[in-house]
């Protein structure tokens, strides 16, 4: 079952998939514009790095403009395990902000994006396989050849995982027209 997110920046949908699971679904929220953010990260003491590469701005699940739930992409990679990020060290990247635990994690996900954020923008990818946009639980993840993927809790990543090569065919497929939305 295919929907589309409202275009409203801050908006939870409730949508029922075909196999009668319910996710939330949370809206990206846009960040507040560069100046302002730069003070806001001045006046907090806070080290932030930025730049002006985006991934074509790409769809990102982020809540209150923040990725992945605050989650850092590169300790998946280098700690094989979730850790939260800090307000402390973030990258401003398509449009959203990325938490790190560690300067140098920030430094390695701003050095490559692509190689350390997740696939699907970082939302369920079980609910893309299933042409659906969900919310995820960061506890919830996997790296697959080289590329993280998270799903909306451990039940769900369960069902995923009995299949991931035929997840993610379904996934790829149903990515391109869901990342427009």
Aim: proline residues 6%; glycine residues 6%; charged residues 15%.
């Amino acid at each position: 079952m295919s929907s589309r997110l409202p275009a409203c920046p801050t908006v939870s949908t409730l949508f029922a998939l075909s196999i009668g699971l319910a996710f939330t679904i949370s809206a990206c929220t846009p960040t507040a514009p560069k100046a302002q953010e730069n003070a806001a990260t001045e006046q907090a003491g806070t080290e932030q790095v930025s730049t002006d590469t985006t991934a074509a701005e790409a769809k990102i699940y982020a809540e209150d403009g923040v990725a992945i739930k605050g989650a850092d992409p590169v300790a998946y990679f280098t700690d094989e395990s979730f850790v939260s990020g800090s307000a402390d060290y973030t990258h401003e990247w398509s449009g959203t902000t990325w938490q790190f635990s560690t300067a140098e994690n920030r430094d390695l996900f701003a050095a490559n994006p692509e190689q350390y954020a997740p696939q699907y923008g970082g939302y369920c990818a079980w609910a893309v396989g299933q042409n659906a946009l969900a919310a995820i639980e960061p506890t919830a993840w996997s790296v697959v050849d080289g590329k993280l993927y998270l799903n909306a809790n451990e039940r769900i990543q369960a069902r995923w995982s009995q299949d991931i090569p035929g997840n993610i065919a379904l996934a790829e497929e149903n990515w391109p027209g869901l990342s427009q939305q």
